[in-house]
């Protein structure tokens, strides 16, 4: 399996950004996706989550409201459309692939076993 982000880049608070993250394999609809973002010198921390069939979403507190996950299955595609920006959205941000087909502990970073290479978004003030 391979995980391919992209859409990140440099944007003024308040701004938006669409991140997408390309999957390889016949297996993608079977797991549950999620956004994870990090910062230099922090831990990569959870962001979004989406369970099999898109039904249902996670997301972290701060959030909500300003983020949405979606996922099509047919592209083997996870979204994460990003409004309202602001500097402290500032991170690289990675796209995983859930261990297992639960959505029980989506906002865990071990229970994911694929990852993509980040993608950077950087919020200017």
């Known amino acids: 399996v391979q995980l391919q982000a992209s859409g990140g880049g440099l944007v003024q608070a308040g701004g938006s950004l669409r991140l997408s993250c390309a999957a390889s394999?016949?297996?993608?609809?079977?797991?549950?996706m999620g956004w994870f973002r990090q910062d230099p010198g922090k831990e990569r921390e959870f962001v979004a989550g989406?369970?099999?069939?898109?039904?249902?979403?996670y997301y972290a507190d701060s959030v909500k409201g300003r983020f949405t996950i979606s996922r099509d299955n047919a592209k083997n595609t996870v979204y994460l459309q990003m409004n309202n920006l602001k500097p402290g959205d500032t991170a690289v941000y990675y796209c995983?692939?859930?261990?297992?087909?639960?959505?029980?502990?989506?906002?865990?970073?071990?229970?994911?076993?694929?990852w993509g290479q980040g993608t950077l978004v950087t919020v200017s003030s």
């Open positions: 995983g692939r859930k261990a297992n087909r639960y959505n029980s502990d989506i906002d865990y970073i071990r229970q994911y076993d694929y």
């Open positions: 394999g016949r297996t993608f609809s079977s797991y549950p």
């Open positions: 989406i369970s099999r069939s898109g039904d249902r979403t």
